[in-house]
């Protein structure tokens, strides 16, 4: 349950050498795709909060915080980035947290590409509303390049899934 989210986003780096496939009825194999952005540095709840109300996230499964698209698919979650990565929000005011993980499982989406631009601009707004740092899977500054790579790496895995 509640540490899947944080195992997938934990799991994201090594995943590249290893994609999960799940069987699926007719064998059809689902490489399954999870894409994680960090937003990490001195995280106040308060703030936290009233930034993603501000972007249009919402509080609601497995206690944390996820955007949803007009057509309600949800798109992207936030977790924080301490186990079991969940939120109290009675206690959201009193929490300080080294940093909030973004992600998506790009292989539920219909537009993986699309999904990630803005699960992108919402982890740059969060960086800047909670003076963070953005910051890839792996806990490095998200640079251009890193950014490029991701999209690149996202366009190939959804030509992959069409064929």
């Known amino acids: 349950g509640q540490s899947e989210v944080f195992q997938a986003a934990q799991n994201q780096s090594d995943q590249d050498q290893s994609p999960a496939a799940e069987a699926v009825p007719g064998d059809i194999i689902i490489e399954e795709k999870y894409v994680v952005i960090n937003v990490l540095g001195d995280i106040h709840g308060k703030t936290l909060f009233a930034s993603l109300q501000n972007l249009g996230f919402s509080f609601g499964e497995m206690n944390i ?4 698209s007009a057509q309600s698919e949800i798109e992207f979650s936030l977790a924080n980035a ?15 947290t080294p940093g909030v993980i ?12 699309a999904c990630f631009e803005q699960m992108l601009g919402a982890g740059v707004r969060l960086a800047e509303d909670l003076a963070g740092q953005l910051c890839d899977e792996s806990r490095s500054m998200m640079t251009e390049q890193t950014i490029e790579h991701r999209k690149q790496d996202l366009q190939e895995y959804q030509f992959r899934r069409m064929r």
């Not at 915080?65 to 949803?68: A, E, K, V």
């Open 65 to 68: 915080f996820h955007f949803n």
């Open 82 to 96: 301490v186990e079991p990565g969940n939120f109290d929000l009675e206690q959201i005011d009193e929490l300080v």
């Open 102 to 113: 973004l992600f998506m499982r790009a292989h539920e989406m219909k537009d993986p590409l």
